[in-house]
């Protein structure tokens, strides 16, 4: 009799779930274009639904196909889109009232697409609280270009499909929540987290990437703390500039874990160069060197723009120089343009400076000159941008060839850990005639206390260390290589470097023997054997 009770309580609970009136969402301008939910896959419990294209109206009724959820437990999951620049969000109605709250706790996930290859997906991490009751529910996707979806959209490009999960009681083991990066550097990084809410007996585990794919039950952590009350750990040993995702787990008893947590992103930070460097703006400038559109040397620049940009050296050709154009009228009033190197760290010897620059009328390889209070300066800050000190001004009494031209200058003075260079250039206040352009190229920081003889046979002591090394590879001497790549035991070009740094950074490369194959300016080229660890 108890048996059949249920039974009849299941179907009466079933029947009251499907019984509910839903809104049905639309997009007015459909899914046709790209903006669908493609595909839709949460690994973790083996689900999968693929290859859906656009649904008629924008909206598929999928609640014939059941997800198995655990409460307390986040699931990573992937939509696929045929267009960029997609929202999504995910709805789970757990009071089975027939509406989705548009916040917590039935807003479950938010995430957004990104180019990954030639496909568009969105990552996310779908959050199930601890809190909810055992039982069957609908769950909504929504997907919509450029704006958040909402349960009963109407607008916009998009889809949505809606689903049921059925969720199964939290675990014994819970995952913490919360975790954050903090002290970023360009090798390090602090994580942090919150307890998790069950007994956390031995302590916690993290799993650091350079991938977006989340860890499984069975993935190798990255490192672990001992004891509950330790809810922070730092991280080493990464890559500058690189995009690093986390996860954490629990460990409450040496055979239980939870599942690992939603992740947080990071990108660490610049690396300070140690010279020899030379950049010659192939591909204009890369994320380390910085913009900005307010201020003069007097102060501290600000802002994230700038008129410098990349063109052919003294308008020969299209590429491989930067360049500022300088010019008035009535409808373009007064600019200031920086052009901010990385950080250097010139502590370590006697080093100088040199670029190559040059002046043309606007879109010609005709002679020019400065207008009465135009204004280029190349600049040097010891404190990592704050204050700055003029090392060169070139105004209108400046006789600026249109041919190429050489500068250099000594940094013995100037033995900063922190030390920047920039080019400022300046239109001034006065409406002038005169429609210039001011190219920059080839800079660098080279060390001078090499002898001729040893600055001759500086490109047959090039080394490459640590060799093995993990993730970043450092070049002793790139003041002479025009191109680096690198190359695996079959022959097969791996990566390619058109702009070489001192570091560079191989950290998604499978253990084995690389030839590192070294294009010098002058034609020649050498190749290093390195090992991946």
């Given at each position: 009799?108890?048996?059949?009770?249920?039974?009849?309580?299941?179907?009466?609970?079933?029947?009251?779930?499907?019984?509910?009136?839903?809104?049905?969402?639309?997009?007015?301008?459909?899914?046709?274009?790209?903006?669908?939910?493609?595909?839709?896959?949460?690994?973790?419990?083996?689900?999968?639904?693929?290859?859906?294209?656009?649904?008629?109206?924008?909206?598929?009724?999928?609640?014939?196909?059941?997800?198995?959820?655990?409460?307390?437990?986040?699931?990573?999951?992937?939509?696929?889109?045929?267009?960029?620049?997609?929202?999504?969000?995910?709805?789970?109605?757990?009071?089975?009232?027939?509406?989705?709250?548009?916040?917590?706790?039935?807003?479950?996930?938010?995430?957004?697409?990104?180019?990954?290859?030639?496909?568009?997906?969105?990552?996310?991490?779908?959050?199930?609280?601890?809190?909810?009751?055992?039982?069957?529910?609908?769950?909504?996707?929504?997907?919509?270009?450029?704006?958040?979806?909402?349960?009963?959209?109407?607008?916009?490009?998009?889809?949505?499909?809606?689903?049921?999960?059925?969720?199964?009681?939290?675990?014994?083991?819970?995952?913490?929540?919360?975790?954050?990066?903090?002290?970023?550097?360009?090798?390090?990084?602090?994580?942090?987290?919150?307890?998790?809410?069950?007994?956390?007996?031995?302590?916690?585990?993290?799993?650091?990437?350079?991938?977006?794919?989340?860890?499984?039950?069975?993935?190798?952590?990255?490192?672990?703390?001992?004891?509950?009350?330790?809810?922070?750990?730092?991280?080493?040993?990464?890559?500058?500039?690189?995009?690093?995702?986390?996860?954490?787990?629990?460990?409450?008893?040496?055979?239980?874990?939870?599942?690992?947590?939603?992740?947080?992103?990071?990108?660490?930070?610049?690396?300070?160069?140690?010279?020899?460097?030379?950049?010659?703006?192939?591909?204009?400038?890369?994320?380390?060197?910085?913009?900005?559109?307010?201020?003069?040397?007097?102060?501290?620049?600000?802002?994230?723009?700038?008129?410098?940009?990349?063109?052919?050296?003294?308008?020969?050709?299209?590429?491989?120089?930067?360049?500022?154009?300088?010019?008035?009228?009535?409808?373009?009033?007064?600019?200031?343009?920086?052009?901010?190197?990385?950080?250097?760290?010139?502590?370590?010897?006697?080093?100088?400076?040199?670029?190559?620059?040059?002046?043309?009328?606007?879109?010609?390889?005709?002679?020019?000159?400065?207008?009465?209070?135009?204004?280029?300066?190349?600049?040097?800050?010891?404190?990592?941008?704050?204050?700055?000190?003029?090392?060169?001004?070139?105004?209108?009494?400046?006789?600026?060839?249109?041919?190429?031209?050489?500068?250099?200058?000594?940094?013995?003075?100037?033995?900063?850990?922190?030390?920047?260079?920039?080019?400022?250039?300046t239109n001034g206040d006065v409406i002038d005639q005169n429609d210039t352009e001011f190219f920059i190229d080839n800079f660098t920081v080279e060390n001078t206390t090499?002898?001729?003889?040893?600055?001759?046979?500086?490109?047959?002591?090039?080394?490459?260390?640590?060799?093995?090394?993990?993730?970043?590879?450092?070049?002793?001497?790139?003041?002479?290589?025009?191109?680096?790549?690198?190359?695996?035991?079959?022959?097969?070009?791996?990566?390619?470097?058109?702009?070489?740094?001192?570091?560079?950074?191989?950290?998604?490369?499978?253990?084995?023997?690389?030839?590192?194959?070294?294009?010098?300016?002058?034609?020649?080229?050498?190749?290093?054997?390195?090992?991946?660890?």
């Amino acid at each position: 009799m108890k048996k059949n009770l249920l039974v009849g309580a299941a179907a009466l609970f079933s029947s009251f779930l499907y019984s509910q009136t839903y809104c049905t969402p639309s997009f007015a301008s459909g899914c046709t274009y790209g903006d669908q939910i493609d595909s839709f896959q949460i690994p973790s419990v083996a689900f999968s639904h693929t290859d859906t294209v656009c649904s008629t109206g924008a909206y598929g009724d999928f609640t014939s196909q059941s997800i198995n959820l655990n409460a307390g437990v986040n699931y990573p999951f992937q939509i696929t889109h045929g267009f960029g620049d997609q929202i999504v969000k995910i709805w789970i109605d757990f009071d089975n009232n027939g509406t989705f709250t548009d916040a917590a706790p039935e807003l479950v996930a938010t995430a957004s697409s990104i180019l990954q290859g030639n496909d568009n997906i969105t990552y996310g991490n779908l959050s199930i609280p601890a809190t909810v009751t055992p039982g069957t529910y609908r769950m909504r996707v929504g997907d919509r270009y450029s704006t958040d979806p909402i349960p009963c959209n109407t607008d916009g490009y998009g889809e949505a499909h809606d689903y049921t999960v059925v969720v199964g009681a939290a675990p014994s083991c819970i995952a913490p929540t919360a975790p954050t990066v903090s002290a970023i550097t360009a090798s390090g990084a602090t994580l942090s987290w919150t307890a998790s809410s069950s007994a956390v007996g031995v302590g916690y585990e993290y799993y650091v990437s350079t991938s977006q794919t989340a860890p499984t039950n069975t993935t190798q952590a990255t490192g672990s703390v001992t004891g509950s009350a330790v809810l922070t750990t730092p991280l080493s040993n990464l890559a500058p500039v690189t995009n690093y995702y986390v996860w954490v787990r629990s460990v409450c008893t040496a055979t239980t874990k939870s599942s690992w947590s939603v992740s947080t992103i990071f990108k660490t930070l610049c690396a300070v160069e140690v010279p020899n460097y030379t950049f010659d703006f192939t591909g204009g400038v890369t994320e380390c060197w910085q913009r900005a559109d307010a201020g003069t040397p007097a102060g501290t620049p600000s802002g994230n723009d700038s008129n410098w940009y990349e063109d052919g050296f003294l308008n020969n050709g299209y590429e491989g120089a930067m360049k500022v154009n300088l010019y008035s009228n009535a409808w373009v009033g007064r600019f200031d343009s920086w052009l901010i190197t990385p950080a250097f760290n010139l502590s370590g010897g006697a080093y100088q400076v040199k670029f190559d620059y040059g002046l043309t009328q606007y879109n010609s390889t005709d002679p020019s000159s400065l207008g009465s209070d135009d204004l280029v300066q190349f600049v040097i800050s010891q404190d990592g941008g704050t204050t700055w000190n003029v090392l060169q001004t070139w105004d209108a009494s400046s006789a600026v060839s249109n041919t190429s031209t050489p500068y250099s200058f000594s940094l013995a003075n100037y033995p900063g850990a922190n030390t920047k260079f920039a080019f400022y250039a300046t239109n001034g206040d006065v409406i002038d005639q005169n429609d210039t352009e001011f190219f920059i190229d080839n800079f660098t920081v080279e060390n001078t206390t090499l002898s001729t003889s040893e600055t001759n046979k500086i490109k047959d002591k090039i080394q490459a260390y640590p060799n093995p090394f993990a993730d970043v590879l450092n070049i002793t001497d790139i003041s002479g290589v025009q191109t680096i790549s690198v190359v695996d035991v079959s022959g097969k070009i791996i990566k390619s470097f058109n702009k070489p740094e001192t570091r560079i950074y191989l950290a998604g490369l499978p253990s084995g023997m690389y030839m590192i194959v070294l294009q010098m300016k002058d034609g020649s080229k050498q190749t290093i054997k390195a090992i991946k660890k």
